[in-house]
């Protein structure tokens, strides 16, 4: 682990240790736990300005004792990736019973045109702007998305959906055949609907050839590189896509891994990790977005560590990079302590 991961670990730890209590404010750690809330709807914003660029909040649950976090992804509308590096340090596959978990359920929207489906690949998630209601209030949904591994990634650029389809025929190519057979599990020609196409049920196919965003038989992997280049979501949400999204709709996809914006006098930064095929210096590219903002709107100074900081730490919260700003620890002591959701099948009734 890093420094600065370390350094950000043990902000986490005091913010959300149960020594020390938990969301008693940034002044003080003593006093009564407040009452836990019901979550806060993480896949649905309303857009107040044509320029709102911040939706969601940040919540925290604690964990059962069987909960990993393929579980709480699915729960709470959120892919593997996102939790692993809003909570480092904490063990995926067995976070522990009482073990406090952050949701990154606050998110920065890309820096794309608001039409129709915008895809973040750097950090793993869809944006589906519908047209405005008859009032002319737009919103935005989002979703997390599995996409590309590296040597096959998702491509950037514009496009749109072509088609879509139900159940749809998988007829896999020939590299990915000679791939699946080198591991000892050929595959037919042709795929069939069913729980062994991995396509799932639902199908948006692109004006990209041979790039869908697509369902999944295996909904493990949404929120990770686990693709041949085609875009995933659970089933839930590819379903909810496939009604909302019709045949024609935009489709822009960014790879974007440090996303900037105001919000209420404070600079934010979400950072993820770059892809590990993305070669471009972001450190570079950072600090120029970064001055570029300040120029544009000058609210205040910005604390350079703390964007190097945040940069490399890749929490993937937005977090605040203005020097009079408050900590990690005071931006996850204000997040919201919400219900625990994820359902488990008891072992008497498991089949």
């Not at 590096?85 to 606050?106: C, F, K, M, S, Y």
């Not at 737009?138 to 389809?165: D, L, N, Y």
């Not at 025929?169 to 020609?189: K, T």
Request: aromatic share 6%; proline share 9%.
């Amino acid at each position: 682990m890093g420094v600065v991961r370390g350094l950000l670990l043990s902000l986490v730890i005091l913010a959300l240790s149960g020594c020390t209590g938990i969301f008693r404010g940034p002044d003080s750690l003593s006093g009564p736990t407040p009452a836990v809330m019901p979550p806060i709807v993480s896949d649905r914003f309303l857009l107040s300005s044509d320029d709102q660029r911040v939706v969601g909040e940040l919540q925290v649950i604690e964990a059962q004792y069987d909960d990993t976090f393929v579980d709480i992804a699915r729960a709470y509308n959120l892919g593997f990736d996102e939790l692993v590096e809003a909570n480092p340090g904490v063990d995926p596959w067995l976070p522990g019973e009482g073990t406090q978990i952050v949701l990154p359920t606050r998110f920065v929207l890309p820096d794309a045109e608001r039409e129709g489906i915008v895809i973040n690949i750097a950090s793993k998630r869809l944006f589906f702007f519908p047209e405005p209601d008859e009032d002319g209030v737009r919103a935005v949904i989002t979703h997390p998305i599995g996409i590309g591994r590296e040597g096959a990634a998702t491509p950037t650029g514009v496009t749109t959906v072509t088609s879509k389809g139900r159940d749809p025929v998988w007829y896999p190519p020939a590299s990915i055949r000679r791939e699946y057979a080198a591991e000892g599990n050929p595959l037919p020609a042709k795929v069939m609907p069913g729980p062994d196409n991995p396509l799932g049920r639902h199908v948006l196919v692109l004006g990209m050839p041979s790039y869908l965003i697509h369902g999944t038989n295996k909904p493990a992997g949404v929120g990770m590189r686990v693709s041949h280049g085609c875009v995933r979501l659970f089933p839930e949400n590819i379903e909810a896509l496939f009604n909302l999204a019709p045949v024609g709709v935009k489709v822009t996809i960014v790879n974007e891994p440090y996303s900037l914006s105001w919000d209420d006098g404070q600079l934010l930064l979400e950072a993820h990790a770059p892809l590990a095929d993305d070669e471009r210096d972001w450190t570079e590219l950072l600090n120029e977005k970064v001055s570029d903002m300040i120029a544009a709107n000058e609210l205040g100074a910005v604390d350079w560590q703390r964007v190097a900081d945040v940069r490399e730490a890749a929490f993937g919260v937005p977090l605040p990079i203005l020097v009079s700003a408050p900590g990690v620890a005071e931006v996850l002591l204000d997040a919201t302590r919400v219900n625990n959701l994820v359902a488990h099948v008891p072992a008497d009734k498991a089949h």
